[in-house]
């Protein structure tokens, strides 16, 4: 099955506001080669983000084919923040910043998945509005998302999986919220599971 | 040192990247960083970095990976500094 991630970061989050100047924040999560680009570009903080935001899509794609540890810096994004790799497997990979907003999406396959970033109202409940927007996007029609219970991962809870009229759907999808914006992608194919 | 010392610790460190401070009340072992704290993962990171600081060690990416809870963090310290 084809995978996709995604990831959304607030740039305006007064919590990161000066994390790219902190060397071992940036040692932690970028490989050498990343480092000495954020060290000289011209804008660190958005190139740290993309980075960061990156690696975060290409895990949430990957980690869905079988447990795997989260070590930032093993993934590797390529100067032209348009693939990023783990190991030996190479997901495309785009970047797209949106005023103060940055999303980064990574998938497995030739075939780009279909995106989307939104401002979140005050007082919307994130994941609601992620789902929402996906749900929205695919067209409505008795579509559902749900996460299975997955013991020992980090909150109990599997990756988000579609649902047409309560059966799952082959269709590979990943939600993201940070701050004021919610993001999502999804396989662009579309089957459905039989 | 305690394992109440530890966890007194880890909770101080905690403290600031919860965003709502209701949830550390009846803070315990069993307590999820992720679900139950709604710690977002770039704040993880930054956790990382003050529990290396705060207790003078080292943590790898595979052991950082292990902690789920403040129980596995405190577990971790201990382990880690005996
Ligand atoms: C998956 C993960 C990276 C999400 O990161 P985040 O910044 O906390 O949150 P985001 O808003 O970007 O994404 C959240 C969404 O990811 C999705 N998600 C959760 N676990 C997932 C997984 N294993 N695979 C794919 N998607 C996942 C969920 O849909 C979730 O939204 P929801 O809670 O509304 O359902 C994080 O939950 C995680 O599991 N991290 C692993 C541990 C880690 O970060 N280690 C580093 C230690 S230094």
Known sequence: MRRVGNDVVDLEDPAIAQTHLRERFVARVCCESERARVAGSSDPKLLLWSLFAAKEAAFKALSKSGPLVFAHRRFV??????????????????????GSCVHAVAWTDDEPPIFGVEKLEPGVDASAAARALLIQRLGGGGLTIAREPQPGSWNGYGPPKLFRDGVEVNLDISLSHDGRFVGFAADSSGAEKR | MEQNEVMGKVVDILRPFVKNPSALTGISMDTSILKDLKVNSARLVDIVLEIEDAFGIAVTDEAADQ???VGDAVSLILKTKA
């Open chain 1, 77 to 98: 994004v390529a100067e032209d923040l348009r693939s990023v790799s783990y190991l030996k497997q190479v997901l495309w990979l785009r970047v797209d910043v949106h």
């Open chain 2, 67 to 69: 902690v789920k809870t």
